[in-house]
């Protein structure tokens, strides 16, 4: 049940307070206090405040306020606009602005540029604001005469006068405004005083009251507590309430948890925690303020305190307690903390000796009349006495007395007992040396020597195994001999060893912390995360996480299921961790879970039940864009300014206004120091920039076009906003035109040139039409002339053709008239083909002279002629079947001539030798266009072919000669294939010649 409803005997509560003021004497905390000499204004703090923003802000008496940002504190005063000097209240209305009470002032509402002050004569009654409140629509002003209340809406002012002086006023959650003043209690309703009956006389002239979590409300008058229920408008006293009958309290609040935190008068601050136990904070645990006016909790947890002498106070952390007021666990030298089973801690440091301590006060133990010199290594064994090992030997103590000396003159450095009673010692230039059943036995002179003369930690694994760590490295006694690891450490000085869950064993060295798992070794150091390589300690801790301290803080790494790292956490002063360098093997895990530290700030303790982590997130906000590097006010642009920072809505710039610096802050008042930042121009970048921990970035030569700046941040333990915090939109306009590209210019240009051009063609066209008229007159002239001089070549073409044709037949007439006269047949076989050339020459003319144009002929009908005729001519009484495939296509003479020629050849010679054996034969032309001006011509027989040994490029025959050299005149070349009949393939090109 919550802690106001636990049940306590009246006659405990002297018992309470007296526990409260006893307890934890021995134990200091955490707190820091920040004074003038830190940027505090005054050291008087009178109230406190946290904004929305995550600011801190501090009042003061006589020097106006001081806002802080987790760094550094920005003050404000009369003569940057604050109504006065003496603070009493500050609060946050719903809009975001600050409202701030003065004494002679009256009020300041500040909106995070400009403070606007109401005072007597100007909206409110009185100079003297004692206390402010604020729901939804309204705030409440107490002043020394009355209650004023400020509309947000209509932003009027209204007068309660009824209340009289107000000496206390809240609003609750649910937007009650509840108030004391001197008439009595009450609340409003509808800007009027209703009126609650107290159960007795109180003193109302000091009244505390604060609403809690479970919507009671708790008043603190005079030296009485009294609870109030709101809901039955009844009012009770509890266990609780009584314990501060007869205390006067000076401030109150409930912290996130729902714990309690309460002032009283003699500067002690009590903790009540919901397990009901309680942790009190005076000067006799660390506390430093003498004169507490305010406490608040921050909304990273962390506690607030203002002061009167001391400034602003702050619990940093309960997660670690601090002894150095406590005789010998204050030395900066203490190298061995050992709790016993009855809860007993004992401390050995260097330069004090040896202490116990039962958690109240420490005790000195000595060894006989004189205290322990050196005491470092301290092992309870099984019987329950103490073995001390120190700079002079080994000493038994029985009861916390000396009974008996061992190694007399020895630096002992290290002790363990195994689980079979053995104690093992180790030293310092004498080796090793084991204790058992009443005999030391040294094994520097056995025959499995010890390698080495200084060990600095021992320890039995779960198997048996000794491990000894050395100057010289780690060393593994399996109980007959030893094997020493040195080459695969980073350093060979082994200071400590330990073992987790698993069985690895693992040690440290002057360079790293190594893992050893049977196997190999592994290596864990700065690049792995650590915040230093100079390691003192390790310890494993009961959640089986691996503390790693350093010159530099503590380390808490842990592990997953397969022994890899999840993450590693630091801590030092911004933890809480003030000791930062720790001692060498100072370090113990108590039995409540709870972890003791020898640091170069005396003895300090973990508290695993205080180590929350740290969830919430930055409070982001960019406040400020700044153009060329300068302060910006965006005001000049006429365009409304928005928010807490005052910038605009929206940004446009000419195209040389591309400069621009984002400012951006991330407020977490646990470390600000630690908050890092990502952030992007959205329209220029393509994804976040890496991470960075500066709070400005700077972006210049933008080019046109419309951008937006984005930002986020994360605390020091890695927790991100989850929504990025969004800039205005900043447009930069392109450059303007050139003046000869603008509208106006081409407008001026056009008009001369517009009554240049219609003069232009208006004579142009005069012009143009008259010489038309004349190159029409003189075209037709030409025409009529060519066509004369057309008509004339037509007629001479012809009969040039005609007359070559005539002159051909002639000669072919000529060649049959003089081979009537020759009997031999060889000779008359070279007439033949003589007669058949000619003929086929003049058969082109004849076609010429029969076309249209007199410069192509009808390439098919041609073809078609000259195999008939040739048939014709050799009539061998043989039926020779002919086809052909001819595409159409206008040869010139140039290449016809060629090309009846060489048909002429081939076909004459498979008239004449291809079918000599047969009466029937098939011959087949083909004529085709393959590409551009290139064709292919065929000729093929079914005849009985050539020799096998045929040669045509080295024939002897005139007709061969001939196809091989008129081929050449039309670019062709002939391919002979000598198959079931002879097939001649020529390729050729037609020549196309310029004519003039």
């Known amino acids: 049940m919550y802690l106001f409803h636990f049940c306590l005997k009246r006659t405990t509560f002297f018992c309470f307070f007296l ?93 995070g540029l400009n403070f606007t002050n109401y005072g007597k004569g100007n909206k409110i009654s009185s100079n003297l604001v004692q206390h402010l409140a604020a729901t939804k629509e309204h705030v409440f002003i107490g002043t020394g005469s009355s209650l004023q209340v400020f509309n947000l809406a209509t932003k009027t002012f209204s007068e309660i006068t009824e209340t009289g002086p107000i000496h206390e006023l809240i609003c609750d959650r649910k937007g009650v405004t509840w108030g004391f003043s001197k008439k009595g209690f009450f609340r409003i309703d509808n800007n009027k005083p209703v009126w609650i009956d107290l159960p007795k006389k109180y003193d109302l002239s000091n009244c505390q009251m604060i609403e809690l979590k479970n919507g009671m409300l708790l008043f603190a008058m005079g030296n009485e507590l009294l609870q109030f229920n709101p809901s039955t408008a009844t009012f009770s006293e509890t266990a609780f ?209 010890f390698p080495t003369e200084y060990v600095h930690a021992i320890h039995e694994d779960r198997v048996g195994n000794i491990w000894i760590g050395t100057g010289a490295g780690i060393v593994k006694y399996n109980g007959t001999t030893f094997q020493t690891f040195a080459q695969v450490l980073c350093n060979e000085y082994v200071g400590s060893i330990t073992e987790d869950k698993v069985g690895n064993i693992w040690f440290h060295t002057d360079k790293c912390v190594m893992k050893y798992d049977g196997k190999k070794m592994e290596q864990f150091d700065e690049g792995r995360g650590l915040n230093s390589n100079t390691i003192y300690l390790i310890q494993f801790d009961a ?244 066509s004369k001089q057309n008509e004339e070549k037509t007629l001479m073409l012809k009969e040039i053709h005609h007359r070559v044709k005539n002159n051909l037949q002639v000669i072919s007439s000529l060649l049959n008239l003089q081979s009537d006269g020759i009997s031999d047949p060889h000779v008359m076989s070279l007439f033949e083909d003589c007669r058949n050339r000619v003929n086929s020459m003049a058969l082109i003319h004849q076609k010429m002279y029969q076309s249209k144009n007199l410069v192509n002929i009808d390439i098919r009908n041609y073809i078609d002629e000259l195999l008939h005729s040739l048939i014709d001519a050799y009539d061998t009484n043989k039926t020779i079947r002919l086809t052909t495939d001819i595409e159409e296509h206008p040869f010139s003479i140039d290449t016809i001539v060629p090309m009846g020629l060489i048909l002429n050849e081939i076909i004459s010679n498979s008239l004449k030798y291809a079918f000599e054996d047969r009466d029937t034969g098939e011959l087949h032309v083909s004529l085709k266009k393959t590409a551009g001006n290139h064709f292919m011509l065929k000729i093929s027989d079914n005849g009985k072919g050539m020799p096998v040994d045929f040669d045509l490029e080295n024939a002897q025959t005139l007709g061969l000669q001939l196809i091989t050299m008129l081929s050449d005149q039309i670019n062709g070349k002939v391919e002979l294939k000598n198959y079931q009949g002879t097939h001649f393939a020529i390729a050729f090109t037609e020549l196309v010649k310029e004519r003039f």
């Open 19 to 111: 526990f409260v003021f006893t307890t934890s004497k021995a134990q200091l905390y955490d707190f820091v206090n920040y004074t003038i000499s830190d940027g505090l204004t005054q050291s008087v703090v009178t109230t406190l405040y946290q904004d929305s923003r995550g600011y801190l802000w501090a009042g003061s008496m006589g020097g106006g306020v001081s806002r802080f940002d987790g760094n550094t504190f920005q003050p404000f005063e009369e003569r940057d606009g604050l109504a006065g000097q003496i603070i009493t209240e500050i609060i946050e209305d719903s809009t975001g602005k600050l409202w701030i009470g003065t004494t002679w002032g009256g009020v300041s509402c500040y909106d």
């Open 543 to 786: 959640a089986g996480n691996l503390w790693v301290g350093t010159n530099k803080g503590l380390n808490r790494m842990q592990f997953d299921e397969k022994g890899n790292i999840l993450n590693i956490k630091q801590y030092a002063r911004n933890e809480g961790f003030r000791g930062i360098e720790c001692n060498s093997r100072a370090v113990c895990l108590a039995k409540n879970g709870q972890i003791w530290f020898g640091t170069v700030l005396g003895a300090i303790r973990y508290n695993p039940q205080d180590d929350i982590v740290d969830k919430v997130e930055p409070r982001t906000a960019i406040t400020g864009i700044k153009l060329f590097l300068e302060k910006t006010d965006w005001s000049y642009t006429g365009i409304p300014l928005v928010g807490w920072f005052h910038l605009p809505e929206r940004i446009e710039l000419q195209h040389n206004q591309n400069h621009l610096t984002f400012e951006y802050s991330g407020m977490h008042l646990n470390n600000t120091a630690g908050t890092r930042y990502q952030f992007m121009l959205s329209g220029f970048d393509q994804d976040w920039q890496p991470i960075v921990s500066k709070t400005e970035i700077t972006y210049s030569n933008l080019p046109p076009g419309e951008y937006v700046f984005l930002v986020k941040a994360a605390n020091s333990q890695g927790v991100w906003n989850k929504e990025p915090v969004r800039s205005c939109i900043i447009t930069i306009l392109s450059p303007p035109p050139p003046f000869w590209k603008t509208w106006w210019f081409y407008a001026l240009a056009t008009l001369p040139l517009a009554g240049i051009l219609f003069y232009l063609i208006v004579v142009r066209t005069r012009i143009i039409r008259r010489q038309k008229q004349e190159l029409e007159t003189e075209i037709q002239e030409r025409i009529r002339e060519i």
């Open 241 to 449: 309430t009584k314990l501060y009958s007869g205390r006067v309290i000076k401030s109150m609040f409930e912290d996130s948890h729902q714990e309690l935190w309460i002032a009283v008068d003699n500067n002690l601050i009590i903790h009540h925690k919901k397990d009901g136990s309680t942790r009190s904070f005076s000067s006799s645990n660390g506390m430093l303020a003498n004169d507490i006016n305010d406490i608040i909790e921050d909304n990273t947890g962390h506690i607030w305190i203002a002061s009167t002498d001391v400034g602003l106070v702050k619990l940093r952390s309960e997660l670690f307690t601090y002894y150095s007021n406590v005789q010998g666990l204050d030395a900066n030298d203490i190298f061995k903390i050992v709790e016993d089973p009855q809860g007993l801690f004992w401390f050995g440091s260097s330069s004090k000796g040896l202490y116990t301590f039962d958690g109240l006060q420490a005790t000195e133990i000595k060894n006989g009349a004189k205290g322990f010199v050196q005491p470092i290594a301290i092992q309870q064994d099984m019987s329950g006495d103490v073995w001390i090992g120190h700079l002079n030997g080994l000493t038994l103590l029985r009861n916390k007395k000396p009974v008996q000396q061992l190694l007399s003159g020895v630096r002992v450095r290290a002790l363990m007992q195994t689980r079979s009673g053995a104690l093992w010692i180790g030293t310092w230039e004498k080796g090793l040396y084991k204790y058992e059943n009443g005999v030391l036995t040294s094994f520097r002179d056995t025959p499995n020597k």
